[in-house]
């Protein structure tokens, strides 16, 4: 008896967490599309429906998003809208909060980094995150691409000009 109870709990221990974790899940969504609905609001100057003089452009539906972060990935239904120009023209509007093409957190991409900097490559990354990104799928592509952006900070860093810093001592090994 005491082997099965305990086998249970194991089991009820794992389901709880995994529900704790979706309803997290499902409350950083709507935190998030009711932020991304304050942004659209504040741009165009009106709410949903609102009819004012002020309005600076008009909704047009909302596209459907995935965004990567530490408690899984999150489906989300960004709105889109059209703001008038001074021009006459029309432009997209675009979220601070969720910019175009960011799929996934400022956290999930640094774990990213941080891995691929401890010496692997894309495949083990990927094995290695599993957990952390639990069930997301993350590309060769997309690792790729955050160790390009790396490989470009580390290059402007390497040939910085440090005739404005202030450095006491340079330390020198392997000379």
Known sequence: MAKSSTAMEVGQ?????????????E????IIEMVLQEEVEAALGARRSQRVAERAGYRHGSK?????????TVRLEVPRARLA???GS????????????RRS?????????????SGSNTRRIRGALEPLL??????????SRLVLRLEESYRSWQGRDLAEEKVVYLYLDAI
């Open 134 to 143: 639990t069930g997301a799928a993350l590309s060769k592509s997309a690792v």
């Open 105 to 117: 957190s400022r956290e999930v991409q640094q774990s990213v980094l941080g891995v691929y900097l």
């Open 85 to 87: 120009e001074a021009d």
């Open 27 to 30: 409350r950083v969504r709507e």
């Open 13 to 25: 221990e794992g389901s709880l967490r995994e529900g704790l974790e979706a309803a997290i899940r």
């Open 64 to 72: 459907p998003r995935n965004l990567t972060l530490r408690t899984g």
């Open 90 to 101: 029309e432009r997209e509007w675009q979220s601070q909060l969720v910019p175009r093409y």
